[in-house]
C-alpha cells in the first residue's frame, strides 16, 4: 500500500542513493510520453521581485526562458496536471510562471493556494530556536519538563525532537495509521489519536544515536511549544515568524481542511491498492479536501502559495530570525556519516551530502530545503545561501503519473527543483540521481 507522506524523507533518501551533482548527469522521473495540451498558463516575469525590499540585481531574461523550457518538458515527460515554479536570486524575481490546469478547463495560477505540509516543521523548529536566543528554553531539555505521562519523555531532548534522533516510531508508517487514513481521508485527528500510534513502542535506538524519520517528533514538539509559550501553536507560529517573514498568504485555516481561493487542486489513485480497484480500471479521484490532520502538530498544519513558498526558503533558510549560534543549531550537517541503517527501522539510513537532516530542515549539497508530498501533490522550497538563490516548485499529477497496480507516484517536484537549480546555479548544483 503506497503510503501518504506529509513530508518525503525517505522519498528523498531513496531519490539521491546513488547520486551525483546535477552537472554531472540529469535524468527525470518516469517515462516520456505525448506532451499534454495546458490550456492556460501565466507568463513568464522577469524583474524585481514586488515581495523583497532592497535592492535590485541583475535579472536574465534568457535564463527565465530556459528554466521554463526544462519545466514544460520535464511537465510532459512526467505526467503532471500543474506545474508552478518560482526562481529568484537576491531580491530579483528571476521566473514565476504556472503551466498546466488545476481543474478541467481551469488553468493554474501562481496565486492558487495548496497545502504546505512539511514546510511547516522549519516554522516549528525556528520557533523552538527563537525561544531558546530568548532564554525561554534550551535544546538539551527534556521532553518530561512539559509532557511528563509520554514515555521516554525524560530520555528525549527538544533537540532530538527537532532533529528526529529520539527512536521514537512513526506513526504514520503504521499500518494502522494508513488503513484508517485510506478508509475515510476526511477523518479529524487528533494529537493523541495519533501518538497512541507510536509513544508506546520501544525506541528504535538510544536517542540521539541515530536518526530516523518520524511525524511524531513535531507532534510531540508542537505540544510542547504550546505549553512553553502558553499559546495555542498556530498563535505562537504566525506572531514569532509568520508576521515576521511576511508570509501573509499562509494560514492554519482555523484546523479545519478548508483551503483559501483561488486553490489549486489535487488529484490522486493512492488509494487504489486499499479499495481493492483492479489494475485496469479507472481510478483518479480528487484529494483536494482530504483532511491533513494527520500529517502534523495541531496548528501547524497549513496552506500556502508560491510566493510565500519561495519567501519562506530564503527567510528560514538565511536564518534571518535567527542569532548565528541558533542558526548554526539549525542548518547542522553533524549527522552526515553518524547514521546507519537498522533491521526494523524503515526509515533508519546513512546521512550524506546528498540527504542530511538539520533541525527541521533538510540540506541536500548546499542548498537547504523542505519537501512535502502527499495526498496528489508534492513541492519543494530550497535556497542556496552562498548565492541567495531560492527555487521553489509545486505540482499535482495527472491519471497517468500513478502506478497502474498500487496507485504510487514519483515525488516529481523533489526531481524538478534539483533540474531547475541545476540550471540557474550550475556552478553549485543539489545532488541528482544518475540516470
Same mark, same amino acid.
Given at each position: ?19 551525483? *551533482? &546535477?552537472?554531472? $548527469?540529469?535524468? %527525470?522521473? !518516469? ?6 495540451? /495546458?490550456? +492556460? ?39 503532471? *496536471? &500543474?506545474?508552478? $515554479?518560482?526562481? %529568484?536570486? !537576491? ?6 510562471? /504556472?503551466? +498546466? ?43 518530561? $519538563? ?290
Amino acid at each position: 500500500m503506497p503510503v501518504r507522506r506529509a513530508a518525503a524523507g525517505v522519498a528523498v533518501m531513496l531519490l539521491l542513493a546513488g547520486c551525483t *551533482q &546535477a552537472a554531472d $548527469t540529469t535524468t %527525470t522521473t !518516469g517515462s516520456t510520453v505525448s506532451p499534454t495540451a /495546458a490550456t +492556460g498558463s501565466t507568463a513568464a516575469v522577469t524583474g524585481t521581485d514586488p515581495s523583497a525590499a532592497g535592492p535590485a540585481t541583475p535579472v536574465d531574461p534568457a535564463l527565465a526562458a530556459e528554466v521554463m523550457q526544462l519545466v514544460e518538458q520535464f511537465r510532459d515527460q512526467n505526467h503532471l *496536471q &500543474a506545474v508552478l $515554479t518560482r526562481v %529568484t536570486r !537576491g531580491d530579483d524575481l528571476i521566473v514565476e510562471q /504556472a503551466l +498546466g490546469e488545476s481543474m478541467t478547463g481551469v488553468p493554474a495560477t501562481t496565486d492558487m493556494h495548496f497545502r504546505n505540509g512539511a514546510v511547516a516543521i522549519s516554522y516549528m523548529s525556528t520557533l523552538l530556536l527563537i525561544l531558546v536566543d530568548e532564554g525561554k528554553v534550551g535544546l538539551d531539555d527534556t521532553l518530561s $519538563t512539559w509532557l511528563p505521562d509520554i514515555p521516554h519523555a525524560g530520555e528525549v531532548t527538544l533537540r532530538q525532537l527537532a532533529q528526529m534522533t529520539s527512536g521514537y516510531v512513526d506513526f504514520e508508517q503504521t499500518p494502522e495509521l494508513t488503513a484508517a487514513n485510506y478508509a475515510n481521508p476526511y477523518k479529524q485527528w487528533t494529537p493523541d489519536e495519533l501518538l497512541a500510534f507510536a509513544v508506546n513502542q520501544p525506541l528504535y535506538y538510544t536517542p540521539g544515536t541515530n536518526w530516523n524519520y518520524a511525524h511524531t517528533n513535531y507532534v510531540l514538539l508542537g505540544l510542547a511549544l504550546e505549553k512553553i509559550t502558553g499559546q495555542p501553536l498556530d498563535q505562537a507560529l504566525r506572531e514569532k515568524v509568520l508576521d515576521p517573514l511576511g508570509l501573509v498568504n499562509t494560514a492554519g485555516n482555523d484546523g479545519t481542511p478548508a483551503i483559501p481561493e483561488p486553490v489549486l487542486h489535487a488529484f490522486s489513485s493512492e488509494r487504489r491498492e486499499a479499495l481493492k480497484v483492479p489494475a485496469g480500471v479507472p481510478f483518479y479521484e480528487e484529494s483536494t479536501f482530504w483532511n491533513p490532520s494527520w500529517t502534523l502538530a495541531r496548528g501547524a498544519i497549513q496552506t500556502t502559495n508560491l510566493r510565500d513558498l519561495s519567501v519562506t526558503a530564503r527567510g528560514i533558510g538565511s536564518g534571518k530570525l535567527l542569532s548565528p549560534e541558533s542558526y548554526q543549531a539549525f542548518a547542522t550537517t553533524d549527522l552526515r556519516g553518524k547514521t546507519t541503517t537498522l533491521p526494523g527501522c524503515p526509515a533508519c539510513f546513512e546521512q550524506s551530502i546528498g540527504y542530511t537532516y538539520g533541525l527541521g530542515v533538510v540540506i541536500s549539497g548546499d542548498w537547504l530545503l523542505q519537501d512535502p508530498l502527499f495526498s496528489g501533490e508534492s513541492a519543494v522550497e530550497a535556497y542556496l545561501p552562498s548565492e541567495d538563490v531560492t527555487v521553489a516548485v509545486a505540482v499535482t499529477y495527472q491519471a497517468d503519473a500513478f502506478d497502474p497496480t498500487t496507485g504510487a507516484y514519483p515525488f516529481s517536484a523533489d526531481q524538478l527543483w534539483r533540474e531547475v537549480a541545476a540550471k540557474v546555479v550550475p556552478s553549485n548544483p543539489p545532488p541528482i540521481k544518475k540516470g
